[in-house]
């Protein structure tokens, strides 16, 4: 069962960010140029779907690895919620509907670089909403399954960041170098 995880998990990783590349969206955009308003529509739907086998897999084993405690208790909830409100927060700075595929999407020839909002305090509010989402979950369910994937998310999410940092590098040159020097990646006095 563990092996089936593994391998679902990295599957479900590694064709999210193939669908999420520039260079898929170009091809799909050139030989499919009528349909390609619907591309975000398109990958949010894999992905939902994927995610949601992926859940009903991982959430499947019941044998706790340490026991519940009231302190782990709160102490993942309070995680929870802070990962739920870093990723709300997160939320508010990018067009909503565009990121569902409910707006045209358009891979944007100019785009700007996003220092407001909680992009101030971190450069990854999605990934570090999700960590802490993950980890306060870990804590309240304390199973292999989730440890599994609690685990393979941080490599994804620690690799993802990487290559979405060069692309950017790419993209916004000087400016973005400068806003990593003054901005921590996850968390704004840690990391």
């Not at 595929?101 to 944007?108: C, R």
């Amino acid at each position: 069962m563990f092996t089936t995880l593994i391998i679902g998990w990295v599957l479900y990783f590694v064709i999210h960010s193939f669908l999420a590349s520039n260079y898929i969206k170009n091809i799909f955009q050139i030989r499919l140029p009528s349909l390609f308003r619907y591309y975000r529509i398109f990958f949010n739907l894999v992905a939902i779907i994927g995610l949601i086998i992926m859940v009903r897999l991982t959430f499947n084993d019941n044998i706790l690895l340490f026991k519940q405690t009231t302190f782990l208790s709160i102490i993942s909830i309070v995680l929870i919620i802070l990962g739920l409100v870093v990723l709300v927060i997160a939320s508010k700075t990018f067009n909503l509907k565009e990121f569902l595929g409910i707006e045209t999407y358009e891979i944007k020839m100019e785009s700007k670089l996003v220092t407001k909002g909680i992009y101030k305090f971190m450069r990854h509010p999605l990934y570090t909403g999700t960590i802490l989402l993950l980890s306060g979950y870990f804590l309240y369910v304390p199973t292999l399954s989730v440890l599994i994937f609690l685990i393979l998310t941080f490599v994804y999410i620690e690799i993802g960041s990487r290559l979405e940092e060069k692309k950017l590098l790419i993209e916004f040159g000087n400016d973005y170098t400068e806003y990593c020097k003054n901005v921590k990646r996850y968390f704004p006095f840690i990391y």
